[in-house]
């Protein structure tokens, strides 16, 4: 519930249909994909549709002490968009327009509520690639994937979101619209901070819009498949495969029982994609600088294969002759997260030193063998940039409530585990209110405190999304 | 002069090696290469060999509230290492070793007092590339070129140094060091720390170690120079050039005047590279996947050059047609800050949008012409990242005081022009002492608050590189 006053200054600045105060829509932006133990509780969704909206409504609750949660296209996964204890939710979701597309310069300046999806396509409008690629583009909004900092699948070949932001505009929380570089490649002038705001998940200000970096794309590409007995041959064949002048453009590794749910979740009967299949299947992506290269990069990839065949590291491999068949092979990897949603499964997303996978690993499933008895743990994920996806599934014939309760208690087992070997909490879905416990497992007591001050430099009174990332003090 | 009692407990923990106090070496480690009105005024030199002795120095300054000097090679041009009233210079000299090259991951962990250079060769050896590359590389300070976000003439293609360093070891005022990522690709855990140091040039922390990206080097390069009437027509060219499946590595411009200074230094005979010169040259490197792209690639440029010399848009090409060619046509630009060191030019290193670079030099000129009668104005320049290096001649006829008084003067209407046009008032030199009084021509006041801000959490007794970055309050 919004003060009259408030809620009458809004309605007079957005229109009625620029604030939500009841209804079904109330509850639908008031929360980003993660369902925890907290409440879903805003006061309203405001709806703004200029920066001069944001700037208004900033004021407003600046000057009333209302607290602010930030919303894009709530696909976070970790809390950081839901509203939890009346705060205002100001939804970027009217500020969609893309603005300029600058082909010589390779930019695109857009406001915060254009989905990722609609980047990448006003992009390839003018043959260039906005290379932030993830399951979710569809809905996530630019303004959230630059406040969480997405990764995804392209993050070997392309980094992630941050290495993409060229130009921002924050509207900070007493209102002013910061405007940071513009269309400028270059800028030493003190300190960056573009930086701050982006992976800070709403809590220093609230990005209204940007400017975009973009790329060629990739002339062509060449997906293979690949079969492999445990995880110290991943890591061998992804050495192996870094040795030589080839691009890997992805690395996705999952586990057996990632495939089985696959095949089991598909309507459709599926062609088995490997003649004998591992422990661990590793999707493998190859750029190409043009479709001259197609034929070469093939023989050598298939020469490395059977060089790896013939030491024992590899036990099958497929590479796609098509279009078709790569599709098909990517689509082993990609229906992984849909085809285990059926099993609830408890995820934690997590990143560690690429030579410290194979031991994490086996640390992690000994843990689960002995504390979680009867509980399958399926690992998948970018495992070329060390990142992990844990994932434990609730047998059926165990109590829902039961199960979860279990996982969180494990999950201070898991982060430990991360902890111990100089690993992070989140790689990229962030802290939001899902971590915040374990801040603490991969940033120093001095980081927490800095980051602290830091916060109290942009919103004194802990205004922009407070509870978020940081345990309240 | 130190402290009695501070120079005993630094001679005790450094040695009387690794503590300079008086002699020539004194004067020598307090500056960088920017000579300006301001004095060279050291307590004394550092020199410490670990971050231990690092931390114990921070302690012990910190609890007399003495100031410190972090050091690198001293290639900086805008006196941010230079010390001007009694601090503690600490220079990273002695901690030059690289720690650990890993080649699956294509990470480099080294010491904050490794060259670039350095850096480069031990990259190499593992046929990997650290692709930041600027003049100063074999004396400039890994330490001081994440401390500047050094830039150079590579950043076309691969950015800046930013995006090149995945890890921090930082020593803060109080001497606790932090470790922030290590070798970790993806840790979405908060605020981005890393990002605050970068570029900082020392007013937040002490910099004594980085883990920094390799990539895999360019196959080949294939380099040509061309001539051209105007800057509208060096902007179209590099417009044509982005708009094809071509790889720009350089863009890199120098106008007639620059070409002949090249000329009147070398000591033996040049040969003209083109028959006609233009009143602008670009010099063009583009990357090749493999050798078995030269052929494609140099007819695809060739084709390009032939239909912009058909619509009169440039004057005349060259194609370098092996190795020492190629060499002998970046001699032409990388020549040019040496050959216009006998006028004792005063420099402005600035940046704008791509969009801006003709009107804002065509107003710039027009300036010089008006305020500086007789003085002469060169421009060369990382055109394609709209960076360009402003340069005006002391003429033979007038004295250098006078000179450089009037050039001074002028600065404040060149910077007006870049603030003008939405350009920064440092594209890759950072500020230092040089430029404070500029920085809000390109940053607001509010983004300088905040930095003050930060500045004041990271360093509340103002004791790391006072007086460098902001004017004082």
Redo the contacts between chains.
């Keep these: 519930m919004l003060e009259p006053d408030l809620a009458a200054a809004l309605r007079s600045e957005l229109g009625t249909e620029g604030l939500i105060e009841s209804g079904a829509d109330l509850r639908y932006y008031a929360s980003d994909r993660c369902k925890g133990d907290w409440p879903v509780a805003p006061a309203a969704i405001a709806l703004p549709s200029t920066i001069e909206q944001v700037q208004t409504i900033a004021r407003l609750c600046s000057a009333r002490r209302v607290a602010i949660v930030p919303s894009g296209g709530r696909t976070g996964l970790t809390g950081a968009a839901t509203a939890i204890a009346n705060e205002l939710v100001v939804s970027l979701a009217r500020m969609n327009r893309i603005l300029a597309v600058?082909?010589?310069?390779?930019l695109i300046r857009c406001e915060a509520g254009v989905t990722v999806q609609a980047v990448q396509e006003a992009a390839a409008a003018h043959?260039l690639s906005y290379p932030i690629d993830y399951a979710a583009k569809g809905s996530a909004h630019i303004g959230g994937s630059i406040a969480?900092?997405a990764?995804g699948v392209k993050?070997l070949r392309y980094?992630?979101t941050?290495?993409w932001v060229q130009g921002l505009d924050v509207v900070?929380i007493d209102g002013?619209c910061?405007?940071?570089s513009?269309?400028?490649?270059?800028?030493?002038?003190?300190?960056?901070?573009r930086?701050?705001f982006?992976?800070?998940e709403g809590t220093?200000g609230i990005i209204v819009g940007a400017t975009l970096k973009l790329c060629?794309p990739a002339?062509a590409t060449l997906v293979a498949l690949v079969a492999l007995a445990n995880d110290d041959a991943v890591?061998e064949l992804?050495?192996r495969l870094?040795?030589g002048?080839l691009?890997l453009s992805a690395y996705e590794c999952f586990d057996r029982g990632c495939y089985e749910r696959v095949v089991d979740h598909r309507t459709r009967a599926s062609t088995k994609p490997l003649s004998e299949l591992g422990d661990r299947q590793v999707l493998i992506e190859l750029e190409l600088?043009?479709e001259?290269?197609r034929e070469p990069t093939r023989d050598a990839l298939v020469e490395l294969f059977e060089l790896a065949v013939q030491d024992g590291l590899i036990e099958d491999a497929t590479v796609a002759h098509n279009d078709a068949t790569a599709r098909e092979l990517w689509a082993w990897r990609e229906d992984i997260s849909e085809s285990l949603h059926p099993h609830t499964p408890h995820k934690a997303d997590i990143?560690?030193?690429?030579?410290k996978v194979a031991v994490f690993l086996q640390r992690w499933r000994k843990a689960v063998g002995e504390a979680l008895p009867g509980i399958e743990a399926l690992v998948f994920g970018?495992i070329g940039?060390?990142?992990l996806h844990l994932n434990l599934l609730c047998p059926p014939e165990l109590d829902g409530r039961e199960f979860l309760a279990r996982c969180h208690q494990f999950d201070s087992t898991s982060y430990a585990l991360v902890r111990d070997v100089?690993?992070?909490?989140?790689?990229?879905?962030?802290?939001g209110l899902l971590?915040r416990e374990y801040?603490g497992h991969?940033?120093?007591a001095?980081?927490?405190a800095?980051?602290r001050?830091?916060k109290q430099?942009?919103d004194p009174h802990g205004l922009l999304n407070p509870g978020k990332?940081?345990l309240p003090a």
């Design positions: 600058d082909p010589a310069s390779r043959s969480t900092n990764g993050v980094g992630l941050r290495e900070l002013e910061l405007r940071i513009g269309e400028l490649v270059k800028n030493n002038t003190g300190y960056d901070l930086q701050l982006i992976g800070s220093l060629r002339a890591l992804f050495t870094r040795a002048p691009t600088a043009s001259a290269e990143a560690v030193p690429i030579g970018h940039d060390g990142n100089g690993g992070s909490v989140s790689a990229e879905h962030g802290i971590k801040l991969t940033r120093s001095r980081e927490i800095l980051m001050a830091i430099s942009f990332v940081f």
